[in-house]
């Protein structure tokens, strides 16, 4: 799949915090990449660092496999950390900054993403008259701007009520299905599992984990077994029924459950009924919260 | 170049406290020079002799072609004025923290500070035409028959916006880096009023003759004080003619202390953290 941002060992640190190390990932593009990882963990550091914000103390990164520059970001719609505007211009003529800076879009755009973040009847107002749930929307909107091939959102939600979290989530998912790569880095799993096709995990500055959701984070019950005749044990699993689906990696054997529906029992003894004798028999109980527990707890 | 301009004078227009300096510029430019007119006015107005002899060896100083030079002379003691503004124009970007959204929004390091080098440049050239306007008034206003000797001295223009932008850009560097705008404010006030002259007196009387080289001395010494008193002493007037002689010198280290100015700024912003 083609690659729309690289990092290949990346290190950052802040006089004795050591903010990233050694950070290699790379986002495919279409996708929508959660950066998941607790408060501190250097997530956007990360993102500050690839929007040229924060220089790198080594390491290398590279959007759509060119050479870094200034046009690139351009092509980016990104939200870093704060709404970043000038409190005594209106929204609109905030936007006629941004705009003018990235060449995204036009008059029309402005009108269209202040109707999609839902401030056109504010669009006026001072950015300093705005609550902080409004600011935010607007640091949405100009992110959305003229169509920008990717988003970089950082804590997208914060600050924002349950029903604008939903009208952000659903906004997402609908960009993501014209294609634009979405990166989002939260400390919301919830939202991140709803939303992501790919996840990467940090902590204290080191990726703990990356890839496709539901490989990395897995919301469903997982046993995982392994056997001398794996044909065998393949076609015995699948006339046992009762799961959701049958994955064959390496030298074992997945099946998944729906939370809370396996039963190792049961397995052992269809398995041994039907002369076969288990080599491993594993529980993956995995939900998005545990692992990532397990993942980040010391 | 154009669309860095246009960004800058969106920010700048919709800015309530330019239009504030604009106002208080616009006041204080024909304020000064009226109190030193009338002041003249009345001098030479007297019936005695010394009245008679003042008016014989000043001249008008408001009148074409010596306005410009008065004029001038007289209104760049309020580039505080404009330095206010500079420096909250730097450290503004700070606060709203827009200096990182325009790099995420795609500028370069390099834009960001043209944009900056932009806005010192539009706030010279503002305060560069009221100073033309208020000269051009008194001129006229002051002595109408010698207005065609309006093309006279002209160069005070130029220098008037050299000394301008240098005093500007001694603000901008100051908000740049301390990048808290009271606190630069302060330490501007305070060099520009009291150190500087503390360190010029302390030089005259030690008689080192280097203050011209100091930064705020450097340009103002592009407009020397106009000889109101030149033919009271031959020791005036030589150091008249002496300053008068240093100008194109004076012309060449300010741009070259404003270069370096900008260039500092280009070099810490290329390799900072945008913090």
Known sequence: ?298 | MKNLINIEWLKIKKYPAFWGMLIIVMLTYPGINSMVYYGYMEVISGKDMVNQVAKMVLGNPFAFPETWHSVAYLSSFFVLLPAILVIMLVTNEYNYRTHRQNIIDGWSRTQFINSKLVDVSIISCIVTLVYIVVAIGFGIYADSISWGRWAEQLEYIPLFFLQTFAQLSIAFILGYLVKKAFIALGIFLFYYVILENIAVGLLKWKKIPIDRFLPIRMSNNLIVKPALQRTFGAAAKADYELQLSLVPQQVLLTIAFTAIIWMICYRVNNKRDIV
């Open chain 1, 1 to 298: 799949m083609e690659t729309i941002l690289s990092i290949e060992g990346v290190s950052k640190s802040y006089k004795k915090i050591k903010a990233l190390k050694n950070l290699s990932l790379t986002i495919p593009k279409g996708s929508v990449f959660g950066i998941l990882g607790p408060n501190g963990s250097g997530k956007t550091t990360m993102m500050s660092i690839v929007l040229d914000i924060l220089k790198a103390d080594t390491g290398e990164y590279s959007w759509f496999g060119l050479p870094n520059s200034h046009e690139e970001r351009k092509r980016i719609g990104a939200l870093l950390e704060t709404p970043n505007f000038y409190h005594y211009l209106s929204a609109v003529d905030n936007l006629k900054v941004t705009q003018a800076i990235s060449g995204r879009g036009d008059n029309a755009a402005i009108d269209e993403v202040l109707e999609i973040v839902k401030l056109s009847e504010r669009k006026n107002s001072k950015f300093s008259a705005y609550s902080l749930g409004m600011k935010q929307r607007l640091a949405i909107g100009a992110a959305l701007m003229g169509n920008p091939e990717v988003l970089l959102l950082d804590e997208p939600t914060n600050g924002l009520d349950p029903v604008g979290i939903a009208e952000i989530r659903e906004l997402i998912k609908s960009l993501a299905q014209k294609g634009i790569t979405i990166i989002i880095a939260s400390h919301l799993l919830d939202e991140v599992e709803k939303i992501c096709t790919h996840v990467a995990i940090l902590k204290k500055g080191t990726l703990l984990t990356s890839g496709p959701v539901d490989e990395v984070l897995s919301n469903e019950d997982i046993v995982e077994v392994a056997a001398a005749n794996m044909e065998q044990l393949k076609k015995c699993i699948a006339n046992m029924g009762g799961f959701t689906s049958i994955k064959e990696e390496n030298d074992r054997i997945q099946i998944h459950y729906p939370i809370g529906r396996s039963n190792l029992e049961m397995i052992n003894s269809h398995c041994f009924n039907n002369g076969i004798t288990l080599q491993l028999l594993l529980s993956k109980k995995k939900s998005l919260e545990s692992k990532f527990f397990e993942l980040t707890n010391d």
